[in-house]
Every structure is written in C-alpha cells, then in structure tokens.
C-alpha cells in the first residue's frame, strides 16, 4: 500500500512478505515442472479433453492462490473474499477432474513406469483430499488471519508432487520417487516455518496442523497402498480394462526409445 505522505509504496511487513514469496516459488516450480515435460518431448496436446480440462482448472487454481495473496498483501479485502468463494466453487471441479485423470490412467495400463500402479491409484485422491480438507480448514479459519495463510500454504504444499516430479529425475529415486517428491515439496513448509519462528520466536499451531495433515496423507497411502484394501480397489477400479491385467505392485516396463 502507499505512502499516506510520500506516495511511495511501503514495503510489505515480514509475515505477509513470507506469504507471497512461498505463494510464487511455489507457483513456479509447478509451471516449471510441467513446461519442463511439455518442452521434452514427454507430453503434448495430443490427449483427451478431460485431461485438458484438468490442465486448465488445476493450472487456474495457481493463478487464483497466487491472485488471494497478492490481494491479501496489498489489502484488498474485498476482493479476497469475493475470489475466495470462486476458490471454493474451483476445488469441487479439482477434486472431479483429478480423480478421473488418474482412474482413467490407471485403466489404460498407463501409470508412470517410477510408480507402482496401485500407489499411483491411490497417492493422487490421498494428496487431493489433502489439499481439499486443508482448504476447507484453512475457510473455515478464515477470520484468524495468521490460520487462514498457514493451512492455504500447507494446502498448497500437498499439490506439489506433480510439479516436482517432473523436475527431479524420479526414475533415479525408484522403489521411492513419490517419497523423494514428498521430501522436496516438505522443505516449502519447513523453510516458512523456520523464517516465521525467526520472527515470531515460536511455531505457529497453524503450521503443526498443516504438517500433521500431510504426514496423515502420506500413512494413509502407503496404509491403503500395501493392503487387502487397496488391492481390492485396485481390482474394482480395473475390472474390464487393460489395466486389470497389469500387476498392482508390480513396477511397468520402462517406456522405449522413440520410432524412427
């Protein structure tokens, strides 16, 4: 905001400072990783328009967390509340197209080869239901300003995966490439936390629940993943498809070299 006397922009105070660079790495490193694959060679727009769809929602939820911080930063509350119920209409659409992208992968036979299919299956609801119930929390907590930015950041933090892990070279990180991305995408939180108890001189609760919902999404997919349970959700999901008859456990064979 201005200077009532000079005009000049004021420098925005450390907490919110903190808000909005984590807002744009974060941001950053997702649109990097998917470019990153886009530029390679190793996708296209050669897919069906559901896919397409969830390119655009989930990329447009980028623009809309990056839009409520600026705004929140700059104080533009108004504003921030009217985008943030366009933020709650988005995640129903998020929560949909996500889930039919990864059942649809599935059911072709065509998770990534660094995944077992069965972890796969399940590690994408289990981040998108945490990153929905942190959302919802993060609303519901809305009036406590300091809650409110801390539980959309740690909500954030649980969509990272993809992003980073077309950065980092997951086939290396195998039987463990989804927990190699988890690490990276946990020094997001850990370095806001770090510079926030700097400042404050303590941790916020805030960020203890942020961190206990992402452990709770990482126990619940290995859990599901290695069990009767997840097993037979991988047989349902399957039945009738080319995926049924690809091993849940079992790592695919990695893609060949391109036709000549």
Not at 69 to 85: E, F, I, N, P, V
Not at 111 to 125: I, T
Not at 202 to 214: D, F
């Amino acid at each position: 905001m201005p200077n009532r006397i000079t005009g000049d922009p004021e420098p925005l105070p450390a907490e919110l400072r903190l808000f909005v660079i984590g807002a744009f790495a974060m941001t950053v490193v997702t649109v990097a990783g998917f470019a990153v694959q886009l530029l390679s060679g190793r996708s296209s727009f050669d897919a069906p328009l559901f896919v397409h769809a969830h390119a655009v929602v989930f990329m447009g939820w980028l623009a809309i967390y990056l839009g409520q911080t600026a705004l929140a930063a700059r104080g533009a509350g108004d504003w921030h509340r009217r985008l943030g119920w366009l933020a709650m209409a988005w995640v129903p659409l998020m929560l949909f197209l996500g889930l039919q992208v990864v059942v649809d992968m599935v059911r072709r036979g065509e998770a990534p080869f660094f995944f077992r299919p069965l972890h796969f299956l399940v590690l994408d609801p289990a981040s998108l239901l945490a990153f929905a119930g942190l959302t919802l929390w993060a609303v519901a907590r809305r009036r406590n300003t300091d809650w409110h930015a801390r539980l959309h950041f740690c909500a954030m933090v649980a969509l990272l995966g993809p992003g980073i892990g077309r950065l980092i070279p997951s086939p290396a990180f195998m039987p463990w490439a989804w927990e190699a991305t988890i690490a990276v995408s946990l020094v997001f939180p850990v370095l806001a936390i770090l510079v926030d108890r700097r400042r404050t001189g303590r941790v916020h609760p805030a960020w203890w629940g942020g961190l206990a919902a992402l452990a709770l999404m990482v126990l619940v997919t290995e859990a599901v993943t290695y069990s009767p349970a997840g097993e037979a959700l991988y047989r349902a999901v399957t039945a009738g498809s080319p995926g049924a008859a690809v091993a849940p456990l079992a790592f695919p064979a990695p893609p060949g070299p391109p036709p000549a």
